[in-house]
């Protein structure tokens, strides 16, 4: 009926009045209904029916006014949250509560509570949800692992107020800046934030040390790594990666071995390589996990080992560091020698290479490497033979081959490894040839270097004088000839000559040569007692011959040797020449008294000697003219111990003359002729020069004799 009645009557109006009540001027809406008839045409008995519906239809249609009203000035409701730590460790949790409060005197519906976490906080799980007066009985959307939730809630009473809480958890560190929203059939609410902060726990301890500061190469030592967890609350996700330096791998077996937590864990390590990741079980509060394993140098070196330690619920780590120096053993010594110092071109001898291992471990490794220099080849066959671990080495020894590489065996501590092979000179020179050994756990060695002379055979050198004996201060010629007996050049030819005292070369020389020697370097000059004389190269089979005039300065047997060199032969024999310088016969004389007085006659004695030593003498003669107050005595008394001299002595003459005389090397000889005094005086005797056939002429010799006959007068008379 009061539908039909609204329907009938078509108009409530609406509309506020401003009260005169309201001190600051503000004005509220009262509803004022003004209905406006349709009754035109309606009888009066009806009119009074009319207006008493009309009155039910005003205090309707006021009262559904009334409410609208109300309605549309409800207020929204009123959101408050908070965390229940300001800060929380990673991992662990707090609590987060939310408030809702309806601040309107009459219900409101449709509330719902929007929150939104930001990255790394999440609903714990479980999620410890509890929940007060319209939060009881509104739908839950709250799920543990969830990053968001939208809650909704029943109807709330005029004036009520919602609270829940939910466990949350920070999976990342950081500031966790949280905004929930509400919203109603109101509209919209008040957005609440609250922050939190995650935390990480203090980051593990780690700590690492090798088993010794030092290794040998190839051997081993441990390595200890040692982890602890300063806190007061387990740590999670604790791992351990540890890359290790070049040259530095974990030993086969790895000898692991483990404490602690560490028992526990994940073992990724395996033997030969170079890096692991190991993770450990949750650490307790304060635990410690310790492990060991060994680890093998490969290269030298100091090895810095850096290892790190993270943990998912810490702050970083420091990472351990610890060092390791790899040490190389004492490298191996190497010898070697040739069978002999020099041979022919084309011909052979031995090369004997020895290594030997100082070191109180084995040597591993070991390779010797030797490129033989250009003109030396090993031989065909090789002669190949081996003592010590060279007899199972890998021989890399190839007959015409130039150069060999050779892998020992491993060499014990101390151990000795000879062996030899024949090589052959194809070309000639010196050959220095230099092997080297290498060990894979020593430091480098020293090479070894032996030199080879691949010689052709020498060349010939004769020489001559021109004379067997020639007179001091005169000359002769010196020959010397030189000839290549080999079917290949000589090079480097050099003739030395150093003469012997009392033989130079003569001014002028009179230097002649044929063949290689015109093109030479002469070294000869007049006055010198040497030379040196470098010939053009020799060809095959050729001859150099020159000439050089000597003289002989001084008396003797000058026996004078010459030597001759090439750079690619053999020692040559040297030649050798003797020449004798002869000196003329010596003569001296004496009266066998200087004073003839009482005895007017007297002996006179000549002495001829030869002072050559290894010549006769032949045809020595002199002649001896007295002075005016000598005379050859009657008799004479001739006497002559010289072989074949012919002595002419006439009595009461006054020339003495000797010829013909035969006298030995280094003989000496007499003639003894008697002489008479025939006048006063000092007589001064003075012979010619004394001569010989081969030997040149010597100087005359002189005497005095003293002749008193006066003395022999007056004694006579007195």
């Not at 030993?251 to 071995?257: E, Q, R, V």
């Not at 000589?490 to 040569?513: E, K, N, Q, R, Y």
């Not at 090439?566 to 020449?579: E, F, H, R, V």
């Not at 002649?623 to 005016?628: E, G, I, K, M, R």
């Amino acid at each position: 009926m009061i539908m039909f009645l609204l329907a009938r009557y078509s108009v409530c109006d609406f509309y506020a009045r401003p009260s005169k009540g309201n001190a600051d001027g503000s004005a509220t809406r009262q509803p004022s209904i003004e209905f406006t008839r349709r009754t035109e045409g309606v009888s009066s008995s009806r009119e009074d029916k009319l207006k008493r519906t009309h009155f039910a239809l005003l205090v309707a249609c006021a009262t559904v006014l009334t409410t609208a009203e109300s309605a549309l000035a409800q207020a929204t409701p009123v959101l408050t949250k908070s965390f229940g730590a300001p800060n929380i460790i990673i991992t662990l949790g707090t609590t987060l509560t939310l408030s809702v409060t309806n601040p309107n005197s009459i219900p409101l519906s449709g509330v719902v509570i929007n929150d939104t976490m930001p990255a790394g906080l999440v609903i714990a799980t479980p999620d410890g949800f509890s929940a007060t007066g319209p939060c009881v009985a509104g739908i839950n959307g709250i799920f543990g692992g969830s990053g968001a939730f939208s809650y909704s809630l029943a109807p709330m009473a005029a004036g009520a107020t919602c609270t829940f809480t939910v466990n949350v958890t920070g999976t990342t560190a950081g500031v966790k800046n949280n905004t929930a929203t509400v919203a109603s059939d109101a509209g919209p609410g008040n957005s609440a934030t609250a922050s939190l902060a995650v935390l990480l726990l203090d980051p593990p301890a780690l700590t690492k040390s090798f088993g010794a500061p030092n290794i040998i190469i190839t051997l081993g030592t441990t390595l200890t790594l040692s982890v602890t967890n300063p806190n007061s609350i387990p740590l999670s996700g604790v791992v351990i990666n540890d890359t290790m330096p070049a040259g530095l791998v974990i030993a086969t077996p790895d000898g692991f071995s483990a404490t602690g937590p560490c028992v526990a864990g994940i073992n990724g390590i395996f033997g030969g390589s170079g890096a692991f990741s190991y993770a450990l079980a949750p650490m307790a509060a304060g635990a410690t996990c310790t492990f060991t394993v060994n680890v093998t140098g490969t290269t030298a070196g100091i090895k810095a080992n850096t290892a790190t330690v993270t943990a998912t619920n810490a702050s970083p780590a420091n990472p351990a560091t610890a060092s390791l120096t790899v040490l190389l053993l004492d490298p191996p010594v190497l010898t070697k020698s040739f069978g002999t110092p020099n041979i022919p071109i084309n011909t052979s001898t031995s090369l004997t290479l020895s290594v030997t291992n100082p070191d109180s471990i084995p040597l591993s490794g070991v390779v010797i490497h030797d490129t033989m220099p250009a003109g030396l080849v090993i031989a065909t066959p090789d002669g190949f033979s081996a003592t010590g671990p060279c007899v199972a080495g890998i021989n890399g020894i190839f007959g015409g081959s130039g150069a060999f590489s050779y892998a020992l065996a491993p060499m014990a501590a101390g151990a000795t490894c000879t062996f030899t092979v024949n090589v052959t000179g194809t070309t000639a020179g010196i050959k220095a040839n230099t092997a080297t050994v290498t060990a894979t756990n020593a430091s480098p060695a020293n090479p070894a270097t032996a030199s080879l002379a691949v010689v052709l055979d020498p060349p010939v050198l004769t020489k001559s004088f021109g004379a067997p004996n020639i007179l001091i201060n005169t000359s002769t010629s010196l020959t010397l000839s030189v000839t290549n007996p080999n079917s290949i050049p000589l090079l480097g030819v050099v003739i030395h000559d150093t003469m012997p005292a009392g033989l130079v070369i003569a001014t002028p020389d009179g230097f002649s040569a044929t063949g290689p020697c015109v093109a030479g370097i002469n070294g000869i000059f007049g006055g010198s007692g040497a030379f040196t004389y470098a010939l053009a190269p020799l060809p095959a089979g050729a001859n150099c011959t020159f000439s050089v005039n000597v003289t002989g300065t001084t008396g003797g047997v000058k026996n004078n040797t010459a030597t001759v060199i090439a750079t690619d032969s053999t020692p040559a024999a040297p030649a050798t020449a003797s020449l004798t310088v002869l000196l003329p016969p010596t003569l001296s004389k004496t009266f066998a008294d200087p004073v003839l007085s009482f005895n007017p006659t007297t002996n006179l004695v000549f002495t001829i000697g030869n002072p050559n030593a290894s010549v006769t003498l032949t045809g020595v003669a002199f002649t001896d003219a007295l002075p005016s107050g000598l005379v050859i005595s009657t008799p004479n008394g001739v006497t002559a111990t010289c072989a074949g001299a012919t002595i002419a002595a006439v009595p009461g003459g006054s020339l003495i003359d000797v010829s013909g005389g035969v006298l030995a090397g280094g003989a000496s000889c007499t003639v003894s002729v008697n002489v008479t005094g025939i006048a006063d005086g000092t007589q001064v005797n003075t012979t010619g020069p004394i001569t010989s056939s081969n030997g040149g002429t010597g100087t005359p010799a002189t005497a005095t004799v003293s002749v008193r006959k006066y003395i022999l007068y007056l004694w006579f008379f007195s």
